[in-house]
């Protein structure tokens, strides 16, 4: 009876361990996933309504702040491009080269 009670507790905390690398995981990579994929990913683990409302919205705000870190980042390089001095620079650096196929059909009688 003992040995059945501590399998028991050993399950349980080996439940609860997995279920909490699981909820951190999902936590770090909620920002790449969509809200019905978090959803899917956490439920085998009996949360709460709140805190999953709480991990999706989280996801939404780490989503939104990455996406405007990049973006601004991308900005940050293009505004440094001088465009029309790079692309002289390719038109001096290349020589084109323009082939064209013209064929004259007679239309036929309809």
Do not use: C, Q
């Amino acid at each position: 009876m003992v040995d059945e009670k501590e399998n028991e507790r050993e399950n349980e905390s080996t439940g609860v361990g997995e279920g909490l690398k699981k909820l951190f995981a999902a936590g770090l990579s909620a920002a790449f996933m969509t809200e019905e994929s978090i959803r899917s990913y956490l439920s085998d683990i009996k949360l709460p309504k709140e805190v999953l409302s709480l991990m999706i919205s989280g996801a939404a705000k780490s989503k939104d702040e990455f996406m405007n870190r990049v973006s601004g980042e991308v900005v940050k390089i293009l505004s440094k491009i001088d465009f029309v001095k790079e692309a002289s620079r390719f038109v001096e650096e290349h020589k084109f080269k323009v082939s064209a196929e013209i064929e004259v059909v007679k239309k036929k009688d309809d």
